[in-house]
């Protein structure tokens, strides 16, 4: 199986904070990875698929880019409702697998 | 609107089984790619199971043998019957569309149905 490995696990930020998580592939996923949130309690939410492809409705200080084996989430200004796990997934290979998630709290 | 339901979950005793329900709205599970994704407690994400168009099925590793993935097209209702089930399957299961809306990717999911196993 492909392994996902973020980075970091977690980190502290502050609204109005530039903040950036990056995701490694196993091998080359080429741009097969997505980008998802979660907040305590909910569903995760997908966020950017195809590397940099931002889902209708999330805004624009999110931000994905990359390919091959690595690739990055930034977030250009974090606000209030930002606080959440964010997991990255790729989709190259159809045994799914996921990044083990950061943290991003106060 | 398009909506995932799952029902099903509850407290089960280690060696025992479980059928969880996906109801959906607004589309087809017979097609599109569905998934089942679990979360154990305070842990990250595991895909467990994909069902495709064509009624293929695969499994995470540590399911295969125990866990059956289904749909009925005409109750547009998604199943996961679970069978010999282990403490480590306890979590929240999510049932979740691939590609409906967006190519590769788990883009309408489910409230989700927590599993407990225990004695």
């Known amino acids: 199986d492909i392994q996902m490995t973020q980075s970091p696990s977690s980190l502290s930020a502050s609204v109005g904070d530039r903040v950036t998580i990056t995701c490694r592939a196993s091998q080359n996923i080429n741009k097969y990875l997505n980008w998802y949130q979660q907040k305590p309690g909910k569903a995760p939410k997908l966020l950017i698929s195809a590397a940099s492809s931002l889902q209708s409705g999330v805004p624009s200080r999110f931000s994905g880019s990359g390919s091959g084996t690595d690739f990055s989430l930034t977030i250009s200004s974090l606000h209030p409702e930002d606080f959440a796990v964010y997991y990255c997934?790729?989709?190259?290979?159809?045994?799914?697998?996921f990044g083990q998630g950061t943290k991003v709290d106060i | 609107e398009v909506q995932l339901v799952e029902t099903g979950g509850g407290l089960i005793q280690p060696g025992g089984s479980l059928r969880l329900s996906c109801a959906a709205s607004?589309?087809?599970?017979?097609?599109?790619?569905m998934s089942w994704v679990r979360q154990a407690p305070g842990k990250g994400l595991e895909w467990v199971s994909v069902?495709?168009?064509?009624?293929?099925?695969y499994y995470e590793d540590t399911v295969k043998g125990r866990f059956t993935i289904s749909r009925d097209s005409a109750k547009n209702t998604l199943y996961l019957q679970m069978k010999s089930l282990r403490v480590e399957d306890m979590a929240v299961y999510y049932c979740?569309?691939?590609?409906?809306?967006?190519?590769?990717?788990?883009?309408?999911w489910g409230q989700g149905t927590m599993v407990t196993v225990s004695s």
């Open positions: 069902i495709y168009n064509d009624g293929s099925s």
């Open positions: 979740a569309s691939i590609g409906y809306f967006t190519p590769d990717a788990f883009d309408v």
């Open positions: 607004g589309f087809s599970v017979s097609g599109t790619f």
């Open positions: 997934q790729q989709s190259y290979s159809l045994r799914w697998t």
